[in-house]
């Protein structure tokens, strides 16, 4: 069973940082891709930002040049600092990995608990 913990999450002020954690834990083969999204109340979920197993990335428009994802390998952790924080960018944060538990199975998503940010003066 993979199972993915998340950590970071909290109250911060207008401006401020955090960074956000995403631990996956149990067999593990291989690791498709890695994300970040975002629900706020009475909203749907979205995407905030994206890496593949090349690296490559991709982020919302409303996140561009505050958020960064990044990622360890060694220990099969995803990342996502976010700087320059806005009011609305409250909302639970949830992580997902696409991954395969071994090289028989297919892929697929693993999403994590959620965690609470809420930017607020």
């Known amino acids: 069973q993979v199972q993915l913990v998340e950590s970071g999450g909290g109250l911060v002020q207008p401006g401020g940082s955090l960074r956000l954690s995403c631990a996956a834990s149990g067999r593990i083969d291989s690791i498709k891709s890695m994300g970040w999204y975002r629900q706020a109340p009475g909203k749907e979920r979205e995407l905030v930002a994206h890496m593949e197993r090349d690296t490559s990335t991709n982020y919302a428009d409303s996140v561009k040049g505050r958020f960064t994802i990044s990622r360890d390998n060694a220990k099969n952790t995803v990342y996502l600092q976010m700087n320059s924080l806005k009011p609305e960018d409250t909302a639970v944060y949830y992580c997902?990995?696409?991954?395969?538990?071994?090289?028989?199975?297919?892929?697929?998503?693993?999403w994590g608990q959620g965690t609470q940010v809420t930017v607020s003066s």
């Open positions: 997902n990995l696409n991954l395969r538990r071994e090289w028989y199975y297919n892929y697929r998503d693993y």
